[in-house]
C-alpha cells in the first residue's frame, strides 16, 4: 500500500512565498512521475508541475519562473517552492506518484493567497 502526505499548505499574502512537501511511504521500488496539481473551485484539476524520471521537469505556463519543483529521492519527497505567490493561486494542491502504470495521489493541503 502506498500512501502520500502532503504538507506546507496555508495562507500567504500575495508576493509570498511557500513549500509544500509530499513524502511516500510504502512498497516503493521506482518512481516514474511525480507532481504537483492543484484545483480551485469551481475548476478542473490542473498540472502545476512535474518531475519525470530520466526526462525533466515540466511547468505550467501560469506558474514558470514563479515555482520549482524538486525531489529527494532518498527520502521518496517532492517538493514544490512557490513563490511570488498571486490571489489566483488560491487552490487545494494535490501531489501525485505514478509508480509503473499506476497513479497515487495525496489528500491535497489547502493553499490561500490573499490580495
Known amino acids: 500500500q502506498v500512501q502520500l502526505v502532503e504538507s506546507g499548505g496555508g495562507l500567504v499574502q500575495a508576493g509570498g512565498s511557500l513549500r509544500l512537501s509530499c513524502a511516500a511511504s510504502?512498497?516503493?521500488?521506482?518512481?516514474?512521475?511525480m507532481g504537483w496539481y492543484r484545483q480551485a473551485p469551481g475548476n478542473q484539476r490542473e498540472m502545476v508541475a512535474t518531475?519525470?524520471?530520466?526526462?525533466?521537469?515540466n511547468y505550467a505556463d501560469s506558474v514558470k519562473g514563479r515555482f520549482t519543483i524538486s525531489r529527494d529521492s532518498a527520502k521518496r519527497t517532492v517538493y514544490l517552492q512557490m513563490n511570488s505567490l498571486k490571489a489566483e493561486d488560491t487552490a487545494v494542491y494535490y501531489c501525485?506518484?505514478?509508480?509503473?502504470?499506476?497513479?497515487?495521489w495525496g489528500q491535497g493541503t489547502q493553499v490561500t493567497v490573499s490580495s
Open positions: 518531475i519525470t524520471t530520466g526526462v525533466g521537469t
Open positions: 510504502g512498497n516503493i521500488f521506482s518512481i516514474n512521475v
Open positions: 501525485r506518484f505514478r509508480l509503473g502504470a499506476t497513479d497515487y
